[in-house]
Nanobody, 123 residues
């Protein structure tokens, strides 16, 4: 069983920055992909960025060059540094984890655990 605890988020003006954090615990967390999906009301959840235990990273095209995902293996924590935010980034952001040794990349079907979600609002 995997648990994910998120922190960060909030409100910011366009062009600003925010950082999200997520600490995972449970079986094999160190070898599970972790990362972030987001959802706007009325739309499907979409992958934002994920990182494997070995450091392989996948970004959605919409955030490349603006968002940076990183992972502290010792703390089982992933971070999402979000720069140059725009109104299109407004969404609920969910921390995710996948199966051991399987890549999530941006595939919702590969996600096996979800955080509670944190709101990011850009105005």
């Amino acid at each position: 069983h995997v648990q994910l605890v998120e922190s960060g988020g909030g409100s910011v003006q366009a062009g600003g920055s925010l950082r999200l954090s997520c600490t995972g615990s449970g079986d094999g967390i160190a070898v599970r992909d972790m990362g972030w999906f987001r959802q706007v009301p009325g739309r499907e959840r979409e992958g934002v960025a994920t990182i494997s235990g070995g450091g392989s990273i996948t970004y959605a095209d919409s955030v490349k060059g603006r968002f940076t995902i990183s992972r502290d293996g010792g703390k089982n924590t992933v971070y999402l540094q979000m720069n140059r935010l725009n109104v299109g980034d407004t969404a609920s952001y969910y921390c995710v984890a996948g199966k051991p040794y399987r890549r999530v990349e941006l595939s919702k079907s590969e996600v096996t655990a979800w955080g509670q979600g944190t709101q990011v609002t850009v105005s």
